[in-house]
Nanobody, 121 residues
């Protein structure tokens, strides 16, 4: 059993900052990638950013230069520092992890429960 627990969402004014955290726990052998998606009301879930196990990071164009993804030394926690937030960043943010829960099995994607981010103008 694998769990992803997110925290750090909230309400902030435009131009403000928030930091999201996501901790993976449970039966984990190896984490390949951790990252974030978001889903705004009435829209499809969209990819935001991710970090691979070698430390490489990638960002969606709308957040590049404003958001920073990072991880802890243990490799089971990922953070999303969100600066200069805009009203269009309002969404539920979902953490994901592509991981193997034991040796020799394909990687499986797990999701967190989501955390709400609301940015007022």
């Amino acid at each position: 059993q694998v769990q992803l627990v997110e925290s750090g969402g909230g309400l902030v004014q435009a131009g403000g900052s928030l930091r999201l955290s996501c901790a993976a726990s449970g039966s984990i052998y190896s984490i390949n990638t951790m990252g974030w998606y978001r889903q705004a009301p009435g829209k499809q879930r969209e990819w935001v950013a991710h970090m691979t196990d070698d430390g490489s990071t990638n960002y969606a164009y709308p957040v590049k230069g404003r958001f920073t993804i990072s991880g802890d030394s243990g490799g089971n926690t990922v953070y999303l520092q969100m600066n200069n937030l805009k009203p269009e960043d309002t969404a539920v943010y979902y953490c994901f992890a592509d991981l193997e829960d034991r040796p020799g099995v394909p990687s499986t994607r797990y999701w967190g429960q989501g955390t709400q981010v609301a940015v007022s103008s």
